[in-house]
């Protein structure tokens, strides 16, 4: 047998609204498996189905070769940690919260001093044993959670949208640490995330998953390979646009993707594909420029979103762009809502997925 | 000048370690701690419930404790005093006129304070805190201690203000203890009782202790939680 983990016809509903329909999927000792779907699709409720935190209203929960029981539950619970989207943290130190699992396991208390620093080594705390852990910051809060959960070394490990709040610094931080722990200490993880390009890198295999349906599965070359029909329809992902696509005279693609927005790739394709653009790949400006940029466009910040040290922007230029910019900029730009603004992206930093 | 000498000579009484008045002070301090043990432990897990679970009425059942928190002391205190009376529901407990009697009806009387002020503690904790003390391993007792710890300086709150309450409250004490010389006596009813009887140096002794001990508890307790939240 080679997976940890098996839901069965799973369905969960919540006060009659669908949360998940039908889902069967296996998880396999030792991978990353990656949710991948909009917000709302049900990602969260499978990871907490997952965590035997949520029980599912019809069909079976498999676990290390057993099927699981209510009474199996507490037990279940010691294999299986969940570490959430929004960080919670108990009113304590980052040793206290860290601790928290190993004393409710009732390991002598020298252990968990040993263990409470290994976790932190990994996740790059040391010396943080002390601090209050709610006066740190988002991303080191998180991290926190993220080896108040690792320290317990259970056979599964489920992670709730990990990097979606942190600034990249962070992010980047806890992408390592994922990789590690998984090919290191060979724990199982399911991570539910809406970013295309965490989804691509880190993990063995891809489930998409949509209305609380799983609809594909397999390996980011097989998803992100063949152009996926779920994949393109997932309009909440952020800057990630379908179109159809033709080869301009110089040998680039040029994608429609609607409203008189062209994107110009280095990418050759053609009839209708997926493109994304990383957020971090586009400049923003002021004024239009003289550059190399292939796709320059004019739009309006619709949103903002302040991560710390960088601020995320959604510009509208007639398709939603999502921008990363530093903070330091954007303060020195005197940005602000409604702010008229041009974006600019390099024709290789387009990619057609 | 009647006040002055009165004030002096009490504390001559105090300084002087008046066996009675000792006596009469860890009575008082003996009965409100055992009323506001009993008023925690009955008061907590309904706080708990009412902070963690959702139903159809709970609205009513917190306005009903709120409302709770106003009740007169002497009403109360005829309650009881019908209900432990010979004549009355548990007249065969024998109740009436003994301490027991007291920590009973101040445990009630503070119940109220205890479920409104813990409720609202624990209503502020994350609601994930349950979820995250489980997915960690914890059993649901111990996901509950785990909200309860996060609460717990709304909870001390709650209980210092009912400790407060129960040593100064008249009442009750008064009603269904009958201030009995020597085995009921606390406080407040010798205060009163003895203001009544002209003795005057013994009221005020026993009213500066009362005071004396109502703020020490308020000021440990504000000086307690003041440390906790410098050393964060």
């Known amino acids: ?353 | 000048m009647e006040i002055l000498d009165g004030i002096v000579k009490a504390f001559q009484l105090i300084i002087s370690g008046d066996p009675r008045i000792f006596e009469i002070t860890l009575r008082s301090l003996f009965i409100s701690s055992a009323a506001t043990l009993f008023a925690v432990l009955w008061g907590i897990p309904i706080a708990l419930f009412l902070g963690t679970r959702n139903f159809r009425g709970k609205l009513f059942v917190k306005g009903f404790f709120n409302t709770m928190i106003g009740i007169p002391t002497v009403g109360l205190g005829l309650i009881l005093f019908l209900i432990f009376s010979k004549a009355g529901p548990l007249g065969l407990l024998r109740l009436l006129y003994t301490p027991a009697a007291i920590i009973i009806g101040e445990a009630i009387l503070i119940m109220p304070i205890i479920i409104s002020f813990a409720t609202t503690a624990i209503e502020s904790v994350d609601p994930e805190i349950i979820n995250l003390a489980k997915t960690l391993g914890a059993s649901d007792d111990q996901a509950s201690f785990a909200v309860l710890k996060e609460a717990i300086n709304g909870i001390l709150t709650a209980g210092i203000a009912s400790y407060n309450r129960a040593i100064a409250e008249l009442g009750i004490a008064l009603m269904v203890g009958g201030n009995i010389t020597g085995w009921t006596e606390v406080l407040t009813t010798t205060i009163s009782n003895e203001t009544a009887k002209g003795n005057l140096e013994l009221s005020i002794a026993l009213a500066i202790i009362l005071l004396a001990l109502v703020f020490g508890i308020t000021l440990i307790t504000l000086a307690v939680g003041t440390l906790r939240r410098r050393r964060k």
């Open chain 1, 1 to 353: 047998m080679n997976w940890i983990a098996e839901l069965k016809d799973i369905t969960k509903t919540f006060n009659g609204i669908s949360a998940l329909d039908n889902v069967n999927l296996q998880i396999r000792k030792g991978e990353i498996l990656a949710l991948l779907g909009p917000n709302g699709s049900g990602k969260t409720t499978l990871l907490k189905i997952l965590a035997f935190l949520e029980k599912p209203l019809k069909g079976q929960v498999y676990f290390d070769g057993r099927k699981v029981t209510d009474k199996d539950v507490k037990q279940m619970r010691m294999e299986s940690t969940m570490v959430f989207q929004k960080t919670v943290l108990f009113d304590t130190t980052v040793y206290g919260n860290v601790a928290y699992g190993l004393k409710v396991r009732k390991l002598p208390k020298k252990m968990i001093a040993q263990e409470v620093r290994r976790a932190l080594k990994l996740v790059k705390l040391e010396d943080f044993e002390k601090r209050q852990a709610k006066k740190l910051s988002g991303g080191e809060q998180q991290r926190v959670a993220l080896a108040r959960a690792l320290v317990l070394n259970t056979k599964l490990l489920l992670l709730d949208e990990p990097t979606a709040d942190l600034d990249p610094k962070n992010a980047s931080i806890v992408e390592e640490i994922i990789a590690t722990v998984n090919r290191e200490l060979k724990t199982t993880i399911v991570m539910a995330t809406h970013n295309m390009f965490q989804a691509k890198n880190l993990p063995h295999r891809i489930a998409l998953i949509t209305n609380g349906k799983i609809s594909e599965v397999g390996t980011p070359a097989e998803i992100f390979g063949r152009l996926s029909k779920t994949l393109a329809s997932f309009a909440a992902l952020e800057n990630t646009f379908t179109g159809d696509a033709k080869i301009t005279l110089n040998g680039t693609t040029l994608v429609d993707i609607g409203n008189d927005v062209e994107i110009e790739t280095t990418a050759q394709s053609q009839g209708k594909v997926s493109v994304f653009v990383s957020p971090e790949d586009i400049i923003l400006s002021k004024t239009s420029f003289a550059s190399s940029a292939r796709n320059v466009f004019k739009g309006k910040i619709v949103e903002i979103l302040d991560l710390g040290s960088v601020v995320r922007l959604k510009v509208d230029v007639g398709r939603p762009f999502t921008v990363q910019i530093t903070k330091r900029s954007f303060n020195e730009m005197g940005l602000n809502l409604n702010a008229e603004v041009f974006l600019a992206f390099k024709a290789s930093s387009v990619q057609i997925i």
